[in-house]
């Protein structure tokens, strides 16, 4: 949970610890309010809530922020149902009685012993982190009124089993977070929108399904990754897939028939005219992919961790045809057991911590090459003399991170109008940097100690 919750929680502890007060809840009833149309019970373990309307929620003060969220914490221990540690730990089951239309952020957060809770049909809303962190709750039913499943709701739970409501329409940020134990989910034909993060780390996660004749649009960045899909069907509404993370908890991805955006050849995925290839899914077995003809972009997280679990996976060549122009973001990043890229000899950008983190130990880039990113080139296992070709114009921040056994660089290409601060960085105790000799006067300017670093040395031939 955040860092300031579990601050106060200790702190909590230790006051009751220094009054010489127990971790017991006394059999008798404890009340409180929630608004002026709304109480609540609390007696051997039920939480009994009661009345009608919205329970008193935080969203309405902004009390303090965590990493750029609004958190309205501290109101809500002083005034939702003032809960002290000992009564978040005696919750086992809660009952929402008729008349309820909503249930307040952070509401049930951090009830470790919470297994079982009734909402009826009136609850409209469940907002933020309502029931994040609740590690004994295995199953929920969410009221078909619900349209939205917010922010963090179920984020760091351990849910096995969840109903979604029938007129969904959304699922936020982070929503089934670490939910470690979910394995199948069912979504509705209403949903429209699956945002950042929404399945991440829900590593037994293995089935999705949609229900009826789907109208989603969007799935954004993450949803989906970490997961453990056996096979994942694009339905043909869906227009936005935001970058391959977003389906790479997949092992075989499937576009629909139908779908104007998007087809599936192999279990890979791709836009529908073939000019990109959007994710190659994780696990599958060859040890070389040769990717097809016509593909101009290798897409934002393509490959990203496709490997892993290492074990799973043993894809240890990439051949590009001379097709491709672009690899994108993160695209070939975290690839543990690569040992060879075959590039395009048209290929032109490469952008940000698009490659490394393989063991690559010889690395010929082609001499198409214009644009090299920030962090795009980092190999721990490369060797020799690194040769940056003829026509590459710039090199971002750290765009090029040369390990120990790099001590020399040949930059060939007479055509630099820009080069970022710290352009390369090392490893090495001294790198020599090669440059033609016929810009000798244009280059003392560009390729100083101050953009490339202390450690290199210049030779002009």
């Known amino acids: 949970m955040k860092r300031w919750k579990i601050t106060v929680l200790f702190l909590i502890f230790g006051m009751v610890f220094l009054k010489g007060g127990r971790m017991d809840v006394s059999a008798n009833p404890v009340t409180g309010k929630l608004g002026d149309n709304i109480t609540w019970k609390l007696e051997n373990g039920l ?32 005034q ?53 962190c609740c590690y004994s709750l295995r199953q929920i039913r969410i009221p078909d009124k619900v349209t939205v499943i917010e922010d963090y709701t179920f984020d760091g739970g351990s ?3 969840v109903k979604l409501p029938k007129n969904l329409k959304k699922i936020g940020y982070r929503a089934f977070d670490g ?32 229900e009826g004749k789907s109208r989603l649009r969007e799935i954004k960045r993450l949803a989906f990754q970490d997961c453990d899909i056996k096979k994942l069907v694009i339905p043909a509404s869906v227009t936005k897939i935001e970058n391959g993370s977003a389906i790479g908890g997949a092992y075989e991805i499937k576009a629909e028939k139908g779908n104007k955006k998007y087809k599936s050849k192999n279990g890979v995925l791709f836009s529908k005219d073939g000019k990109t290839l959007v994710r190659y899914p994780k696990k599958k077995k ?40 672009v690899i994108k973001s993160f695209a070939l990043e975290g690839l543990s057991e690569l040992e060879s890229i075959r590039f395009s000899k048209n290929l032109k950008r490469i952008e940000e911590r698009s490659l490394g983190g393989y063991p690559i130990s010889s690395l010929k880039l082609p001499d198409s090459l214009v ?15 690194l040769i940056i070709p003829k026509n590459v114009k710039e090199i971002a921040r750290n765009g090029i991170d040369l ?17 970022s601060k710290k352009a390369f960085c090392s490893d090495a105790k001294k790198v020599t940097i090669v440059l033609p000799k016929s810009k000798k006067s244009a280059y003392k300017k560009l390729f100083t100690k101050k953009r490339l670093g202390k450690k290199m040395k210049f030779i002009y031939k």
């Open 403 to 419: 390990p120990p056994n790099v001590k020399k660089v040949v930059i060939k290409s007479k055509k630099f109008k820009k080069l």
């Open 80 to 132: 939702i149902w003032g809960r002290t540690l000992e009564e978040e730990w005696a919750i086992k089951k809660v009952v929402i009685e008729e008349g309820i239309t909503s249930i307040a952020a952070h509401a049930f957060a951090d009830c470790n012993n919470l297994t079982s809770i009734v909402i009826p049909d009136s609850v409209t809303r469940i907002e933020h982190s309502a029931f994040a």
């Open 159 to 161: 849910l096995e089993k």
């Open 286 to 325: 060859s040890s070389t992919y040769r990717i097809p003809k016509g593909v101009r972009t290798i897409g934002e997280s393509a490959f990203y961790d496709a490997t892993q679990p290492a074990n799973y996976q043993k894809l240890k060549k990439i051949i590009m045809p001379d097709s491709v122009t």
């Open 179 to 210: 939910c470690r134990d979910l394995k199948e989910i069912s979504i509705p034909a209403s949903v429209e929108t699956i945002e950042e993060k929404a399945f991440e780390y829900c590593e037994k996660l293995k089935k999705v399904t949609w």
């Open 371 to 385: 644009y090299i990113g920030e962090k795009s080139i980092y190999f721990r296992d490369l060797k020799g003399t």
């Open 47 to 78: 939480l009994t809530i009661s009345g009608k309307g919205d329970m008193l929620d935080c969203k309405h003060k902004k009390i303090s922020t965590w990493e750029g969220e609004t958190s309205c914490y501290y109101e809500y221990d002083d």
